[in-house]
């Protein structure tokens, strides 16, 4: 059996994984109380079973951060712009670092450099003088359009290889899915 480097790198043509390639969950820690995994108050039939769940989507974002995109940015990059981006509203540095989980010097040092980049600006505060608060520019948000087009390029043969009745499954947990991004950033 070859090591897993021997293994060919075909990062523009990823695979989708199939169900049974979903790692179960790991077992509770001895002395644990036993967890069924379902969410608590649910009803027993039908209910979501949330490790496999957990499973499912921390395999499909192993997949999903990788696809190949046209422009090239670290992460912390990308995830500055897109809470810049998608919050609508300017943000001040220490709203970063908590959004970011990154340190207060790492979100100054970033922010520097993404300003000298064209790709945010900084703003005095109009509520606290001594207070900036961090833009996104026209060029911050053209990044993550382009990265939106480049994974819905790549999306889009890997949906087409999905039978009918999968791709409705998942156009059914669209809203769902919304709801429970909505909830996590509501805190």
């Known amino acids: 059996m070859p090591a897993m480097d ?33 969410a608590p ?6 209910a979501l079973d949330v490790d496999a769940f957990t499973a499912a989507i921390e395999n499909f974002n192993r997949f999903y951060i990788r696809l190949p995109t046209l422009e090239k940015h670290p ?3 990308l995830s ?21 989980q990154i340190t207060q010097p790492a979100v100054t040092q970033l922010v520097t450099r993404l300003e000298r980049e064209g790709l945010v600006e900084r703003r005095p505060d109009p509520s606290d003088g ?16 382009s990265r939106h087009a480049d994974r819905t390029r790549h999306l889009l043969p890997l949906v087409a290889r999905l039978t009918p009745e999968e791709q409705r499954s998942i156009a059914a947990a669209l809203p769902a899915l919304t709801r429970l991004a909505e909830l996590g950033r509501s805190g």
Request: glycine share 10%.
């Open 6 to 38: 021997d293994a060919p790198d075909t990062p523009d043509t990823p695979d989708v994984p199939d169900a049974a390639d979903v790692p179960d969950a790991p077992a509770a820690p001895p002395g644990a109380a036993p967890n069924d995994g379902r």
């Open 41 to 46: 108050g649910s009803p027993g039939d039908g």
């Open 75 to 77: 992460f912390t990059t």
């Open 80 to 100: 500055v712009l897109d809470t810049l981006a998608f919050t609508g509203s300017p943000k001040r540095l220490s709203e970063l670092t908590r959004t970011e």
């Open 130 to 145: 001594r207070a900036v608060l961090v833009h996104i520019t026209e060029a911050g948000r053209a990044i993550g359009r």
